[in-house]
C-alpha cells in the first residue's frame, strides 16, 4: 500500500550542483506532478505530466526539468543548483477530476 | 485569472473548541473542491469533496460547505483536538483540466 514514494527526504546541495529527484506512483494514475512548497506560498506546480510519454511547464518551471520516464515514474531534476530552489518539494499523482496523492515530500536545501 | 483565496491565514484555538476556514474562488469552468489536511513534515491528505450539485458534506468531525452561486467554501472543525493542528488547503478542479488550482492553506494551531 506505498501510494507514492520520493527519494530522497532529505538532501543538501552546493550551489551549481546538479542531483535528480524520483518518484513513483502505483496507483496505475494517468497524471504526475512535481510541487514545491515555500513558507507563506503554498503549493506551486513546477511541472506535470497529464500521461506517459508527456510533460508541461507549470507556474515555476525555471531550473528544472522532468522524465516521464514510465506510467509509474516521473523525476524531477535540477542541472545547476542555486540556494532559490530551497524549499520542500513534492511529488503526487492523480486521475483527472480526482483526489491527488502526494508523496511525503523531499526537503532540499542549496548552500 | 483562476484564483483561490483561503481565510484565515492562521488560526490558534484552544482544545475542544470548534473553528471555521473560507475558501474563495474565482475558478471556472468549475469541477470540483476539495479540503485537503497538512501535517507537518507530510504531504497534504484529502479530507473531504464537494461537487457543483452538493451543499454540505461531513467526515467526522469535519464538515465542509459550498455556495457555488457565492463560489465559497467553508471548512469547519468541531471539538477540536491537539491532532487538529496542520494546514488546511482548499483545491478547486477545473472542468477538463488536469491542472487543479491550489489556496495557500490555512494554518491551525490547536493549544491544551
Known amino acids: 500500500n506505498a501510494g507514492v514514494t520520493q527519494t530522497p527526504k532529505f538532501q543538501v546541495l552546493k550551489t551549481g550542483q546538479s542531483m535528480t529527484l524520483q518518484c513513483a506512483q502505483d496507483m496505475n494514475h494517468n497524471s504526475m506532478y512535481w510541487y514545491r512548497q515555500d513558507p507563506g506560498m503554498g503549493l506551486r506546480l513546477i511541472y506535470y505530466?497529464?500521461?506517459?510519454?508527456?510533460?508541461d511547464k507549470g507556474e515555476v518551471p525555471n531550473g528544472y526539468n522532468v522524465s516521464r520516464l514510465n506510467k509509474r515514474e516521473f523525476s524531477l531534476r535540477l542541472e545547476s543548483a542555486a540556494p532559490s530552489q530551497t524549499s520542500v518539494y513534492f511529488c503526487a499523482s492523480r486521475t483527472t477530476g480526482d483526489e491527488a496523492f502526494f508523496g511525503q515530500g523531499t526537503r532540499l536545501t542549496v548552500v | 485569472k483562476n484564483q483561490v483565496e483561503q481565510s484565515p491565514q492562521s488560526l490558534i484555538i484552544l482544545e475542544g473548541k470548534n473553528c471555521t476556514l473560507q475558501?474563495?474562488?474565482?475558478?471556472?469552468?468549475?469541477?470540483?473542491l476539495r479540503w485537503y489536511k497538512q501535517d507537518t513534515g507530510r504531504g497534504p491528505v484529502s479530507l473531504t469533496i464537494?461537487?457543483?450539485?452538493?451543499n454540505t458534506k461531513s467526515n467526522g468531525r469535519y464538515t465542509a460547505t459550498l455556495d457555488a452561486d457565492t463560489k465559497q467554501s467553508s471548512l469547519h472543525i468541531t471539538a477540536s483536538q491537539l491532532s487538529d493542528s496542520a494546514s488546511y488547503i482548499c483545491v478547486v478542479s477545473l472542468g477538463g483540466s488536469y491542472i487543479p488550482t491550489f489556496g495557500r492553506g490555512t494554518s491551525l494551531i490547536v493549544h491544551p
Open positions: 475558501c474563495n474562488y474565482t475558478v471556472s469552468p468549475f469541477s470540483n
Open positions: 505530466s497529464a500521461s506517459e510519454g508527456t510533460t
Open positions: 464537494m461537487t457543483f450539485s452538493e
